[in-house]
């Protein structure tokens, strides 16, 4: 017997399955108890069962006869239906049907009379198949069948689900990240900084988040400059995020410096945002779309930004790369060296792994890496857990420094500070993974 979808035993199919037999001989029984009265001999006058009202007697006439014979094929039919059909308990039938098996059967049906048109488009550019006026007919049906109840009809969306029409995207505009987001979905969550802010803390960050892009005059501006410090700093670190200037962070942060607003841009909705957080969640597909209905689908969306035809994505704001920002450094370096020292034997290098160790990774740790590694970011490895940090300690010291300081997946480049050094990163990175039971 299947108990897979019992709460902890079988007693809910026993259950079910004694009420459905018991019901069947409940209605046997009615039938043959009132089926007691026979029909009259020819020229004898139906008797009454006394009863009368207001002169009105009650005939004791027997059950119809075709309403009788209706009652019982109407019970044989029920019996054969639950013989055949699953109806008691776990009992699969004997021709083994459900609904999910029904359904299957149905699109392996449409698969076999629709999957040539869907593997023809499957091997054009995701432009063209943009461009083409059957794909895109069939993008649209998928699109109703499955996006219209969050984006819309129009695909510009509503208050928390984005517009799809315009060049904003969180998490990538290119059609392989598009048909990524399609396939697996998004999970997204804003932390509630209310607490941590406090009432004049939220005032302050809200008037900054709004200067970064309303004009002068809609503004506080003596706030914004408090806010400003709170995003740059602790206890906030809204940069980790949003980017130093607010340009948002490709999987992590949305721009704020545009006109874009998934949750509203006045300033009740923006301080509500910073006070209660946010979560929203884009299901994944992929269970329900093949490959080809895949690439169908992330062409059509991917046309509703991009009607020219042209892959023109808006491209988020990065930090400067690790290599760009040691050659800065270098550059200014040499610049303030006296010319006297040009000729001078150059000091012996610290060893990276000594470089690292005299910087505190702790402090480094609490001013830019705990808002994502503290909890408060779905997917980032919390600091403490050792099964989030286990299969990535196993890859070793000087991987996990590459990817701290190059960017891997939706972490970016130096957790979105480009200000950080590579020792400082180092550093950090070692106190995190320390905690967490490596012994770097």
Not at 19 to 27: E, W
Not at 205 to 227: F, H, I, N, W
Request: hydrophobic share 35%; with cysteine; charged share 20%.
């Amino acid at each position: 017997m299947n108990t897979t979808s019992q709460f902890t035993s079988s007693f809910w199919s026993i259950y079910i399955a004694v009420i459905v037999v018991l019901s069947f001989i409940g209605l046997a029984w009615l039938l043959l108890s009132q089926n007691v009265v026979k029909r009259p001999k020819k020229g004898e006058e139906v008797k009454t069962t006394g009863h009368e009202w207001d002169g009105i007697s009650e005939y004791n006439n027997p059950l119809p006869r075709w309403w009788f014979w209706l009652y019982v094929c109407t019970w044989l039919f029920g019996v054969g239906y639950l013989i055949m059909y699953p109806g008691i308990g776990d009992y699969k039938g004997l021709w083994g049907w459900s609904s999910h098996g029904q359904y299957e059967e149905e699109v392996a049906k449409a698969n076999q009379q629709y999957g040539k048109v869907y593997a023809k488009f499957a091997k054009m550019p995701i432009d063209q198949v943009a461009k083409n006026p059957e794909a895109q007919a069939i993008g649209q049906n998928l699109f109703n069948t499955y996006c219209i109840q969050c984006h819309g009809s129009d695909a510009k969306g509503s208050k928390g689900f984005p517009n799809l029409t315009d060049g904003d995207w969180l998490w990538g505009g290119e059609p392989e990240k598009i048909q990524e987001t399609i396939e697996k979905g998004r999970t997204a969550v804003m932390p509630a900084w209310g607490p941590a802010l406090g009432e004049e803390g939220v005032k302050n960050v809200t008037q900054y988040v709004m200067s970064l892009s309303k004009p002068k005059g809609q503004y506080d501006e003596e706030r914004a400059e408090r806010g400003k410090a709170l995003f740059s700093g602790p206890p906030a670190n809204c940069f980790t995020c949003h980017g130093d200037k607010g340009q948002g962070i490709q999987g992590l942060g949305p721009n704020l410096t545009d006109g874009v607003w998934l949750w509203g841009g006045t300033q009740k909705a923006i301080a509500e945002t910073i006070t209660n957080g946010r979560s929203s969640q884009m299901p994944a597909w992929g269970h329900f779309l093949d490959k080809d209905k895949l690439h169908i689908m992330t062409a059509y969306v991917w046309g509703l930004s991009n009607k020219d035809g042209k892959k023109a994505p808006a491209k988020k704001a990065e930090p400067a790369p690790a290599a760009e920002a040691s050659a800065l450094a270098a550059d200014s370096a040499a610049s303030a060296a006296p010319a006297s020292d040009a000729k001078a034997a150059p000091a012996a290098e610290a060893k990276p792994e000594e470089a690292s160790a005299k910087v505190d990774g702790k402090a480094v740790f609490e001013a830019s890496c705990k808002t994502c590694h503290g909890g408060l970011i779905p997917g980032a490895p919390v600091v403490g857990k050792k099964e989030d940090w286990a299969p990535r300690i196993k890859q070793g010291k000087d991987t996990l420094h590459k990817h701290a300081i190059e960017g891997f997946n939706s972490m970016p480049a130096k957790g979105g500070n480009g200000s950080l050094s590579d020792d400082e990163v180092k550093a950090a990175v070692d106190f995190m993974a320390n905690e967490s039971g490596a012994k770097f």
